[in-house]
């Protein structure tokens, strides 16, 4: 019974010299690829409920006028509105890239086509200009939250319906 004992414990004692497992050999984890601006939501749905588009409106007074922006701070303005009192009309400029297609104008009351060209002053911007009786400055003076930019081939812009654009109107139509 000794033996039996006796040999229990050497190989209980054996069994407990033996090394323990080497670690586990250490997890690569590689760095995500760099990747250009993240690529623009699909928006589907009522315009209605897609986000605004970031950004704040500016408003100035130059010799040729009054200007309301809006864009983000430190780049170009997405869009302008500029009242040309001389001619007494607004011209909307949209930064864009693809010249000679309409610009769509979407307001809680109304939705207007324009037709959009080549901006005079600036390449990377396409224009239209809207006349001041025209009721579509009053649909985006007092629209309901937000005004939506629409142009074809490129992102919608999503502007919040803040005093600037009421501004210009008046501006132009004073």
Same mark, same amino acid.
């Given at each position: 019974?000794?033996?039996?004992?006796?040999?229990?414990?050497?190989?209980?004692?054996?069994?407990?010299?033996?090394?323990?497992?080497?670690?586990?050999?250490?997890?690569?984890?590689?760095?995500?690829?760099?990747?250009?601006?993240?690529?623009?939501?699909?928006?589907?749905?009522?315009?209605?409920?897609?986000?605004?588009?970031?950004?704040?409106?500016?408003?100035?007074?130059?010799?040729?006028?009054?200007?309301?922006?809006?864009?983000?701070?430190?780049?170009?303005?997405?869009?302008?509105?500029?009242? &040309?009192?001389?001619?007494?009309?607004?011209?909307?400029?949209?930064?864009?890239?693809?010249?000679?297609?309409?610009?769509?104008?979407?307001?809680?009351?109304?939705?207007?086509?324009?037709?959009?060209?080549?901006? &005079?002053?600036?390449?990377?911007?396409?224009?239209?200009?809207?006349?001041?009786?025209?009721?579509?400055?009053?649909?985006?003076?007092?629209?309901?939250?937000?005004?939506?930019?629409?142009?074809?081939?490129?992102?919608?812009?999503?502007?919040?319906?803040?005093?600037?654009?009421?501004?210009?109107?008046? &501006?132009?139509?004073?």
């Amino acid at each position: 019974m000794y033996i039996r004992y006796l040999t229990l414990f050497a190989t209980l004692g054996l069994a407990a010299c033996v090394a323990p497992p080497p670690p586990p050999a250490p997890k690569i984890i590689s760095a995500p690829p760099l990747v250009g601006a993240p690529p623009t939501p699909r928006l589907t749905g009522d315009w209605n409920n897609w986000p605004f588009t970031p950004g704040n409106w500016t408003y100035r007074r130059d010799g040729r006028g009054s200007v309301a922006q809006f864009g983000m701070s430190g780049r170009n303005p997405m869009i302008s509105f500029r009242c &040309d009192v001389e001619n007494r009309r607004v011209t909307l400029s949209r930064e864009a890239s693809a010249p000679g297609v309409s610009l769509v104008i979407r307001t809680s009351s109304m939705t207007k086509t324009l037709a959009a060209t080549a901006s &005079d002053t600036n390449s990377a911007y396409l224009t239209a200009n809207i006349a001041t009786t025209d009721p579509i400055l009053d649909a985006m003076a007092f629209s309901r939250g937000r005004v939506l930019v629409e142009m074809e081939g490129q992102h919608p812009v999503i502007l919040p319906s803040w005093a600037e654009i009421a501004r210009i109107v008046e &501006d132009c139509r004073g």
